[in-house]
Nanobody
Framework: QVQLVESGGGLAQIGGSLRLSCAASGSISSINAMGWYRQAPGKQRALVATVTRSGVTNYADSVKGRFTISRDSAKNTVYLQMNSLKPEDTAVYYC?????????WGQGTQVTVSS
């Protein structure tokens, strides 16, 4: 069984920063990619950023230039540095882990951006 434990969410001011972390543990086979998705109230879950095993990153257009995803392979941990936060970044952020055969989700962490 694989567990994803997220941390770092909370309340931030407009223009502020937050850093999310997600640590994976358990019976982890080869990790193909890790990433972050978010779901705002009344909206579908959407991709924020991903990083592959080889280090290739992918970002949603709405966060390019503001968010940075990184990964510590030795710790099976992925990070999301969020800068220049906007009210529209408010959502529950979910960590995602993709292996060859399965996909896992974290429990989600709330990010609220307000003035």
């Amino acid at each position: 069984q694989v567990q994803l434990v997220e941390s770092g969410g909370g309340l931030a001011q407009i223009g502020g920063s937050l850093r999310l972390s997600c640590a994976a543990s358990g019976s982890i086979s080869s990790i193909n990619a890790m990433g972050w998705y978010r779901q705002a109230p009344g909206k579908q879950r959407a991709l924020v950023a991903t990083v592959t095993r080889s280090g290739v990153t992918n970002y949603a257009d709405s966060v390019k230039g503001r968010f940075t995803i990184s990964r510590d392979s030795a710790k099976n941990t992925v990070y999301l540095q969020m800068n220049s936060l906007k009210p529209e970044d408010t959502a529950v952020y979910y960590c995602n882990l993709l292996t060859l055969l399965q996909q896992y989700w974290g429990q989600g962490t709330q990010v609220t951006v307000s003035s």
